[in-house]
């Protein structure tokens, strides 16, 4: 089992750092700051990051392609023990903005076990604003 600081950085009770240990809820939390980093706000790695600013402007269709392409290559990249099954942006009712991300993901490897599908279906949804409603099945 992982044990992994919790995102974002909290103090447990007693003062000790907060952890995670269920590895669908580290996933969840690691794809949400994948989906909600702009390439080069992390000094370390200029690439780190879905470009969704690229995406502002741009008419909600042909946006939503591009959208779950960038996300499928980043968590790719970033997440190899991770299916994205589903990537579906929600759109302001005028259909000018993105307003929130959801992503579905699958792991595809447990991390202490060979490989092998887990059960379930786990929802990330990233809001504008950094606010995030979590599902985790697995």
Do not use: C, H
Request: charged share 25%; net charge negative; hydrophobic share 40%.
């Amino acid at each position: 089992m992982t044990i992994q600081p919790a995102v974002p950085f909290a103090l447990a009770p007693g003062g000790r750092v907060a952890v995670d240990t269920d590895p669908d809820i580290q996933i969840s939390k690691r794809i949400r700051t994948l989906v909600s980093t702009q390439p080069g706000e992390r000094v370390n790695r200029m690439s780190y990051g879905v470009p969704l600013s690229t995406l502002l402007f741009e008419p909600e269709d042909p946006a939503q392609g591009e959208l779950e392409e960038m996300v499928r290559d980043k968590v790719a990249e970033y997440e190899p023990g991770v299916e994205v099954r589903v990537v579906n942006p929600t759109w302001n009712a005028d259909g000018d903005r993105m307003v929130a991300v959801e992503v579905d993901f699958q792991r595809t490897e447990a991390p202490d076990t060979p490989i092998e599908l887990s059960q379930g279906l786990n929802t990330a949804i990233i809001e504008v604003g950094g606010e995030v409603t979590e599902t985790v099945v697995g």
